[in-house]
């Protein structure tokens, strides 16, 4: 925030109020209202702060509040939405009014396919996701901080705000996705596939060697692939290498026993809402997110991602770069400003 200068007529005295120095005066606004911020100095309005416009998503001023899954929550301008999603994830994705769709996800919780069903903002404060069975899976840890409510602002940030605390945000997502709660995995059987449909945008057909044949693909292959799509916000992945059987994966320069002919590895290329296709050093960095344990960046748009294991696979995780052949990559982490 910028400072702002008063000059007091009778002292000639000049003062100059930091953010720091400024209360914002704000109460819980109606669900689906604007409310803007106002600086104060004692009781007389100083200077007009410059305070993001928010609306209000739920509040839990007289007890648990429910987000209602697939909902978008939109902020003020529209330029935002936020959503729980059916996968479990929540979400705050850049949004065209015009068209009533939400692309580029900015944030989430990163609770996808963890079997998440409920997203509340609690009488006691806490923003909690729980599973069908009452098992909490996600939180942002500020129980005890009472008589809450949450914001999204046109900035494309979430805020839990305590009116017990003198209206001081709690939590926000901003540089923070939450905090994970550790319970045992909901166990699955592999998805058997309905007339070759292996989730919702891969087929098996995809994954079929050139000669015809097809393993077994991995169900954590398909759910982190479709992770990867949701994440991207994708029109469409293309599968240019799925299984392989052992003598095809060595006619063309890979191995016998090498993840395609596991049935753990894809090669593929993103592709965006505008049908464009996205930069490999990008799916890199989303796939390490996800937890893809094997990442090779192929070419500019070209990646193989794998899931192995080190009970699936000689080495347990592997990330390399073969436009400049580095094999020992230890994150794309620094790889984000490259696009």
């Known amino acids: 925030m910028k400072n702002t200068t008063i000059t007091s007529a009778k002292k000639k005295v000049i003062t100059t109020l930091t953010a720091a120095s400024c209360i914002l005066s704000v109460s819980a606004p109606a669900i689906g209202s604007t409310t803007i911020g106002n600086a104060i100095f004692g009781n007389s309005i100083v200077a007009s702060a410059a305070v993001v416009s928010v609306n209000t998503v739920v509040d839990a001023n007289n007890g648990n509040a429910d987000l209602v899954p697939g909902r978008f929550y939109k902020s003020p301008s529209q330029n935002y939405v936020l959503v729980f999603q059916g996968d479990g994830n929540l979400v705050i994705y850049h949004y065209n009014k015009s068209t009533g769709k939400a692309y580029s996800p900015i944030w989430s919780s990163q609770t996808e396919n963890r079997g998440g069903t409920k997203c509340v903002l609690q009488g006691d404060g806490n923003l909690v996701i729980y599973r069908k069975d009452g098992k909490a899976i996600w939180n942002t840890r500020t129980n005890g901080k009472n008589r809450a409510y949450m914001t999204i602002s046109d900035a494309g940030e979430i805020k839990v705000v305590s009116r017990n605390y003198n209206y001081a945000t709690t939590w926000s997502s901003y540089n923070n996705h939450g905090y994970s709660i550790s319970q045992s995995p909901i166990v699955t059987q592999p998805t058997q596939p309905v007339n070759g449909q292996l989730s919702a945008h891969f087929h098996i057909d995809e994954f079929r060697c050139n000669c015809g044949n097809v393993g077994t693909i991995s169900q954590d292959l398909i759910n982190k692939l479709e992770t990867l799509y ?92 073969e436009r400049n052949g580095d094999n020992n990559i230890p994150t794309f982490k620094n790889y984000k400003p490259r696009w």
């Open 230 to 321: 949701s994440r991207l916000n994708c029109s469409k992945i293309i599968v240019t290498s799925g299984y392989r059987d052992p003598d095809c994966s060595v006619a063309v320069g890979g191995y016998r026993n090498d993840a395609h002919t596991k049935g753990i590895a894809a090669d593929v290329i993103c592709y965006d809402k505008n049908g464009y296709q996205i930069a490999s050093s990008r799916v890199a960095w989303e796939a390490e997110q996800i937890g893809f344990t094997g990442i090779g960046i192929i070419d500019n748009t070209a990646i193989h991602l794998d899931v192995r294991t080190t009970s699936n696979y000689s080495n347990g995780h592997w990330f390399g770069d």
